[in-house]
């Protein structure tokens, strides 16, 4: 069963590099055989309801963009 759906969880909260980003389990599930959703769906949380990462949050903004509107525009100073 997925984690996060079982304990109730809509949202989800995530520490990376440091900062905090929170989305939907509906996000994280469009596509279900990446790392980030095999994670939800079977770890728990920290005590807290987020989950801990160590990447480059400027990075991880772009890869929930992604998930969310199935493009990424990067802005010309990061190409």
Do not use: M, W
């Amino acid at each position: 069963p997925h984690y996060a759906a079982y304990c109730g969880l809509q949202r989800v909260k995530f520490i990376v590099g440091g900062l905090n980003f929170h989305t939907s389990t509906k996000t994280i599930n469009k596509d279900p055989h990446s790392k980030l959703a095999d994670l939800v769906a079977h770890d728990p949380p920290d005590e807290d309801g987020r989950y801990h990462l160590d990447r480059d949050p400027k990075l991880f903004g772009y890869l929930l963009n992604f998930l969310r509107d199935g493009i990424v525009e990067i802005p010309e100073e990061r190409r």
